[in-house]
C-alpha cells in the first residue's frame, strides 16, 4: 500500500490521509511545496535507532521530484521491516535532497498511544474539554457553544487526571485543566492517532460503529467525531466541568474501558509484545 499511494500521487498529485488521521483545517498552506511529509516523533527514545519520517499523510504535487527519487528506492526493499522503506528510507533521503520536500516537525506530526506522546493521546481521547478563566476552572455555557472545531472561543483546556503512584491509580485530586496542552494540539493540521489498533496498549480495541459510542467521550477527539458525524456536538460539558472530581474520574474511567484503552495484552501474539509498556513506563513518558 505504501507504493501504491506513492505512486498515485506522483501521477495525479493530491493528499493522502490514514484512516486514523483527522485533519482539523485546511492544507491550503502546504500547497507551496513540491511535497511535503512529516517528521515521525513517536519512536522510542533510543538514539541508537534510525530517524524516521512517517508516510500516513502526504502532500504532493503531481510529479514531485521527491516521489520519484524514493520511489527508486523501492527496488531494493526490505522484506524483513514494515516500515523501513516507507519511514527509515525517505528520512535519509531528505537528509540528501533537502530542496525536494517540505519536513512538518510537529504540525503534521503523529500522536501516538505508546511511547513519548502516550499521555497526550490518552488526555485527547478521553480528558475532559474544558474552558478555564479568571474566577475558576471548567467554566462553559453549553448554549454559546459554536459548531466550528476551531473556535478558541468555547474551550481552552483539556482536564485530565494525574497518576498517583501511592495509590497505583489515577485521580482528578490536585489535577487542572491543561491549556498548554490544548495550545499545542490546536495548532495541528491534522490530528493523526498512529498506533491505534496495535493489540496490548492503545484506544479503538472497540470499532466505534454506534452513535451511541461518540457519547461516552467528553474530549477533544469526542468533539471531532461528533461535528463529522452530525454537524453539532451536544456533549454535556457544562455539567461535568462542575462534577466532583470523583464523578469526573468515573467518566473518564469509563471512556477508557468502553474504547478498549490500554487492555491486557493479546499473549498469542508475540509480535505485538515489543510495544506493550509496563503500567509505570507509561506515566514515566
Excluded at 14 to 29: K, M, P, Q, V
Excluded at 122 to 127: D, H, L, R, V
Excluded at 219 to 246: C, E, I, Q
Aim: proline fraction near 5%; charged fraction near 20%.
Amino acid at each position: 500500500s505504501d507504493f501504491v499511494r506513492m505512486k498515485d500521487l506522483e501521477s495525479i498529485g493530491g493528499i493522502y490521509l490514514d484512516t486514523d488521521a483527522f485533519a482539523l483545517r485546511s492544507f491550503e498552506t502546504f500547497r507551496y511545496f513540491d511535497f511535503t511529509l512529516a517528521f515521525d516523533n513517536i519512536v522510542n527514545a533510543d538514539v541508537t535507532m534510525p530517524k524516521r519520517l512517517n508516510n500516513g499523510v502526504l502532500i504532493s504535487a503531481p510529479n514531485a521530484s521527491f516521489l520519484k527519487v524514493w520511489s527508486k528506492e523501492y527496488a531494493q526493499f526490505n522484506p524483513n521491516s514494515f516500515d523501513y522503506d516507507s519511514s527509515v528510507v525517505p528520512y535519509r533521503l531528505a537528509t540528501q535532497h533537502p530542496d525536494l520536500v517540505n519536513i512538518e516537525m510537529s504540525r503534521l506530526s503523529p500522536i501516538s498511544y505508546s511511547f513519548q506522546t502516550s499521555v497526550l493521546a490518552e488526555a485527547i481521547t478521553c480528558g475532559i474539554l474544558t474552558r478555564t478563566d479568571s474566577i475558576g476552572v471548567g467554566v462553559i455555557n453549553d448554549s454559546f457553544i459554536t459548531k466550528s472545531l476551531l473556535d478558541s472561543n468555547d474551550f481552552n483546556a483539556i482536564w485530565h487526571p494525574r497518576w498517583n503512584p501511592k495509590i497505583k491509580g489515577h485521580t482528578f485530586d490536585g489535577s487542572r485543566p491543561n491549556e498548554f496542552m490544548y495550545s499545542q494540539v490546536m495548532k495541528k493540521y491534522v490530528l493523526h492517532l498512529t498506533m491505534s489498533q496495535v493489540r496490548g496498549i492503545c484506544m479503538l480495541r472497540k470499532n466505534l460503529n454506534d452513535p451511541e459510542d461518540l457519547k461516552k467521550m467528553p474530549s477533544l477527539l469526542g468533539r471531532v467525531f461528533r461535528l463529522a458525524l452530525w454537524g453539532r456536538d451536544d456533549y454535556p460539558y457544562t455539567a461535568l466541568a462542575h462534577a466532583s472530581n470523583d464523578e469526573k474520574l468515573t467518566i473518564w474511567k469509563n471512556c477508557r474501558q468502553h474504547l478498549g484503552m490500554h487492555a491486557t495484552p493479546d499473549v498469542d501474539d508475540m509480535s505485538r509484545q515489543q510495544y506493550v509498556q509496563s503500567r509505570d513506563d507509561y506515566y514515566v513518558l
